[in-house]
């Protein structure tokens, strides 16, 4: 079956990449929310043409006020679930052609959103139909979830976790390769002062973030782990607000730390200013040989003959919210530094091993 499975992704190939030309070829950053548009009217239109692509495959679909939906093959209450989004960061510059015209290249596909993330949720989707075509008989229904604002708060999954059942496994196509199967805790941390204490306070800035360790050293929370790594700091942010001065600073820890344990370590330094979490995603861990992620590495293997033993990510992704999911894919090994970034890209051959990948990981999943 599963060479079948194969040579079916094969055979949609190229009506796979059409379209997701068409929808990456879509706008979809966030702006003002409108009536039936929570995200803005991009975004809305996206997951419409989006779910319409899903339709005319043959799949039973639902929209969710336009903050998320789904599409669905099979039916019974518990679910496989696959969860990408269709929001995308702004363009900016440096695009050699239009950010959304999804154009080819030497076998490349150029624009934004290909690779993060609705070229991959897309290759989830066809990976789905040619498991479809084939009338493969499904111990659980599955089914593919765009969400509209992973890039902006996680507003869209949290509006579906209040309207529909979490799925029993999954995975988000929303990071790297192998099966990642545990993820860092994220704490979005502010240290503010009035303005009368400025100079202290750019004082204690500058000595303990700007001239220090991105791992917390001299803060005291340079927590290490063998699987995870160091602690680390990014995303420095200076900001004017209600006369006073706030600094931002996301933390990405490694599990076993505890939240309080790291804001008290830090409260001791920044004596006589404000210390808050204003965001805090704890960590996500699996067991490395469960089913789920095992069945995700067969898959993987399969299709690659690449070592798939699973791995750890310091990003975050929506499986921070989801229950029972890990992130699987879309990069491949060396491939980093490429969403978010000008001239986005993916290979046409990377997307339809994508899908082989996701058609067999699908399958996996679905005789657990």
């Known amino acids: 079956m599963e060479s079948k499975i194969i040579q079916q992704v094969e055979k949609n190939s190229a009506e796979m990449i059409e379209g997701i030309k068409k929808i990456v070829s879509m706008p979809s950053v966030e702006s003002e929310a409108e009536e039936n548009a929570p995200f803005g009217k991009d975004i809305a239109m996206t997951l419409e043409e989006t779910l319409k692509?899903?339709?005319?495959?043959?799949?039973?679909t639902k929209n969710l006020d336009n903050y998320i939906g789904w599409a669905q093959y099979g039916e019974g209450d518990d679910y496989i679930g696959i969860i990408g989004h269709l929001d995308v960061v702004p363009v900016g510059e440096g695009w050699k052609h239009p950010p959304f015209s999804a154009y080819e290249e030497d076998g490349y596909i150029y624009s934004r959103g290909i690779l993060d993330n609705k070229g991959p949720i897309l290759s989830c989707l066809y990976a789905l139909y040619a498991i479809k075509q084939?009338?493969?008989s499904m111990k659980k229904p599955v089914r593919i979830i765009f969400g509209?604002?992973?890039?902006?708060?996680?507003?869209?999954l949290k509006y579906y976790l209040e309207k529909e059942k979490a799925p029993v496994m999954g995975w988000t196509p929303d990071c790297k390769y192998p099966?990642?199967?545990a993820e860092r805790g994220r704490a979005v941390i502010e240290i503010s002062s009035e303005e009368k204490n400025i100079d202290e306070f750019f004082e204690f800035v500058n000595t303990y973030?700007?001239?220090a360790k991105p791992n917390g050293e001299r803060l005291g929370v340079d927590y290490k782990d063998e699987e995870f790594g160091v602690n680390e700091m990014r995303n420095y942010k200076l900001i004017h607000r209600n006369k006073e001065v706030v600094f931002s600073v996301t933390f990405s820890y490694p599990a076993g730390v505890e939240?309080?344990?790291?804001?008290?370590?830090?409260?001791?330094?920044?004596?006589?200013?404000?210390?808050?979490c204003v965001q805090h995603y704890k960590p996500v861990r699996f067991e490395k040989d469960c089913p789920m992620v095992k069945a995700l590495q067969s898959a993987y293997e399969k299709i690659t003959g690449m070592d798939g033993t699973p791995v750890?990510?310091?990003?975050?992704?929506?499986?921070?919210?989801?229950p029972n999911i890990v992130p699987f894919g879309p990069s491949f090994p060396g491939q980093k530094g490429i969403g978010h970034q000008p001239n986005e890209w993916m290979k046409v051959e990377d997307i339809i091993s994508n899908a082989k990948i996701y058609a067999?990981?699908?399958?996996n999943l679905s005789n657990l």
């Not at 692509?53 to 039973?60: D, I, M, Y």
């Not at 509209?148 to 869209?156: L, R």
């Open 53 to 60: 692509l899903a339709e005319n495959l043959g799949f039973k």
């Open 312 to 322: 750890t990510t310091t990003g975050g992704t929506y499986a921070k919210l989801m």
């Open 360 to 363: 067999l990981g699908i399958y």
């Open 134 to 136: 084939l009338n493969i």
């Open 179 to 181: 099966v990642v199967y």
């Open 259 to 276: 939240l309080e344990d790291m804001m008290s370590e830090i409260r001791k330094r920044a004596d006589g200013f404000k210390v808050e």
């Open 148 to 156: 509209c604002d992973e890039e902006s708060g996680f507003e869209d």
């Open 209 to 211: 973030f700007m001239n």
